[in-house]
């Protein structure tokens, strides 16, 4: 038995003081350049189900449901009204669907009112249509909420027609790649 286990031990030692060669780094495959200009004649690719600012069709078709990011609210409000839960509830599934999406949720208001009025009308209309979504699924993380009170207007106007459309939340996306509109 003693006659085996020194060879045995002779020969694990030389194997693990045996060293692997380290590869010469200047010997890899060459790298072709690919900068271009626009006299290649080569047009843009965008990858397939992607808009230019890198967000899925889904979401920017105006075909889709997704496509809707406005919820408006009635004058004083930050009530998410009957007619616009199930957009809510469509942003909810696709945020709980896509965890790696986030969504900011811009609260907005018409002119009318003091400035600071406005601005925590439109933090109240974000803070309702955060919570909705949250509620249905999508994880805190994923949702922020600003104000920006009067100082986005959807519409210039000064009639009521105009302060409607100003009276809002916006959503808009961004996905874990940094891809999106905010």
Known sequence: MKKLLIPALLSA???GCSSTPIPDDNGGAPVESRT????????????GGLDSRGLPRELTDPKSTLAQRSIYFDLDSY????EYKDLVAA??????????????????TDERGSREYNLSLGQK??????R??????ARE????????GEEKPKNDGHDESAWAENRRADILYRA???RGEF
Do not use: C, M, W
């Not at 909705?132 to 699924?137: E, F, P, R, V, W």
């Open 132 to 137: 909705s979504l949250t509620l249905l699924g």
């Open 91 to 108: 942003h909810a599934k696709y945020l709980v669907a896509n965890r790696g999406f986030k969504v900011l949720l811009q609260g907005n």
């Open 125 to 130: 209309r974000a803070d309702a249509v955060k």
């Open 36 to 47: 271009g200009g626009s006299n290649t004649g080569v047009a843009p690719v965008v990858a």
């Open 79 to 82: 009530e998410v009204k009957g």
């Open 13 to 15: 030692l030389i194997v």
């Open 176 to 178: 874990a790649d940094g």
């Open 141 to 148: 993380d994923q949702v922020e909420s600003v104000s920006l």
